[in-house]
């Protein structure tokens, strides 16, 4: 019994210990269009280190519902595009990048799935990726404290989308896609 109750307190001071509080990474209505713990409502799923991942959309229009005004010919008629992308946490900007170019809807650049990103160390084993800014829109840089809810980018179309979105995902190490991506719900 001894034995199991060190195990018990054990288990518990290390889960306190990753204990972070995270919002979303947006402000108003938007759509979870890939988030969940199975593969068939999330493909972030299939990558170890991106599980639990979230793509989210902006919705509006007449309905509320709709991620687009008119037909998806345009980056600009998506919702998303051009939003403020906010930070989830209070800490520190261990990664920025800005300068690849946004894709034109049909197209994914593949060779650099990320695209333009932030990444901010919430603890000291949990990393938050926010992925697909917009080119040039980076306001941050390597080593800025952020505060939960600051401006980062504006949400864009680069790296491996193909419509304007906010990726979001946390991991267990700073080399996107290594470790074990990190449920924080």
Known sequence: MKNTL???ILLVCS?????V?????FSGRWFVAQGGDTPNVNQHMRAQAQWYGFDFMKTGGKSGRELTKGAATSLDAFFSWEE?????????VIDAV??????????KDTKN??????VIKAAADRFVFLAHMQKGSVRVKIGDRVKSGDVLGLCGN??????????????DTLVLNTGFGQNIS
Request: aromatic content about 4%.
């Open 158 to 171: 680069s790296g491996n989308t193909d419509a304007p979105h906010v990726h979001m995902h946390v991991q």
């Open 21 to 25: 509080e995270y919002r979303l990474p």
């Open 15 to 19: 889960a306190a210990l990753h204990a």
């Open 113 to 118: 799935p990320e695209g333009n990103q932030v």
């Open 98 to 107: 800005a300068t690849f170019p946004d894709n034109p809807i049909g197209s």
């Open 84 to 92: 403020p992308v906010l930070s989830p946490v209070d800490e520190e």
């Open 6 to 8: 060190g195990l018990i």
